[in-house]
T-cell receptor
Framework: ELKVEQNPLFLSMQEGKNYTIYCNYS?????LYWYRQDPGKSLESLFV?????AVKQEGRLMASLDTKARLSTLHITAAVHDLSATYFC????????????FGQGTILTVHP | DADVTQTPRNRITKTGKRIMLECSQT?????MYWYRQDPGLGLRLIYY???????NKGEISDGYSVSRQAQAKFSLSLESAIPNQTALYFC?????????????FGPGTRLLVL
């Protein structure tokens, strides 16, 4: 059974600081996704990572994938308040035929 | 207009009632999914459908049923609602095959079972 674990689950940051969210998964996967969810809202796709060593960047967010370590990271650079949200990673693995298994989510709060 | 819509957006019902949540999409995707979200548990898959004739149980299908009326419509039913089915429910569609497998989510239905 594929398991996906994120840490930390709660992250309180000051504006201007850098931090990393980690996503570990338990079985081989050929693709990993990052989503953002604002309070009371739906999920918005941020990144799709399709191969070992893949790196994607959008603004202050950068995601990477290490399939050998079964690890993805979401790095936040010089955080701003607008980045406050819950971030989920999700993995397709093994024989799951396009089904996603989600991590628990990381609640990020950026303070002035 | 939104690509994935869900109705109703909010629903309060009583234990034992049957309710239906509806999902429609204009993205032309074959694959559709129903998830529930509970605080601290992320999203958990209830049912998924890869085309109109292909419907499969997810990890938490007990107490739920689905109907895929057309490529664009996928409904979730709670035959006899119970309080622990109180949650936020999301419908999603996927751009597989042919795309990167990104799932596109509807706005969600907030369900309260009393």
């Amino acid at each position: 059974e594929l398991k996906v674990e994120q840490n930390p689950l709660f992250l309180s940051m000051q504006e201007g600081k850098n931090y990393t969210i980690y996503c570990n998964y338990s079985t081989t996967s050929d693709r990993l996704y990052w989503y953002r969810q604002d309070p009371g809202k739906s999920l918005e796709s941020l990144f799709v990572l399709l191969s070992n060593g893949a790196v994607k960047q959008e603004g202050r967010l950068m995601a990477s994938l290490d399939t050998k370590a079964r690890l993805s990271t979401l790095h936040i650079t010089a955080a701003v308040h607008d980045l406050s949200a819950t971030y989920f990673c999700a993995v397709v693995g093994g024989t799951s035929y396009g089904k996603l298994t989600f991590g628990q989510g990381t609640i990020l709060t950026v303070h002035p | 207009d939104a690509d994935v819509t869900q109705t109703p957006r909010n629903r309060i019902t009583k234990t034992g009632k049957r309710i239906m949540l509806e999902c429609s999409q204009t993205k032309g995707h074959d694959r559709m999914y129903w998830y529930r979200q509970d605080p601290g548990l992320g999203l958990r898959l209830i049912y998924y459908s890869f085309d109109v004739k292909d419907i499969n149980k997810g990890e938490i299908s007990d107490g739920y049923s689905v109907s895929r009326q057309a490529q664009a419509k996928f409904s979730l039913s709670l035959e006899s609602a119970i309080p622990n089915q109180t949650a936020l429910y999301f419908c999603a569609t996927s751009d597989l095959p042919g795309g990167f497998g990104t799932q596109y989510f509807g706005p969600g239905t907030r369900l309260l079972v009393l």
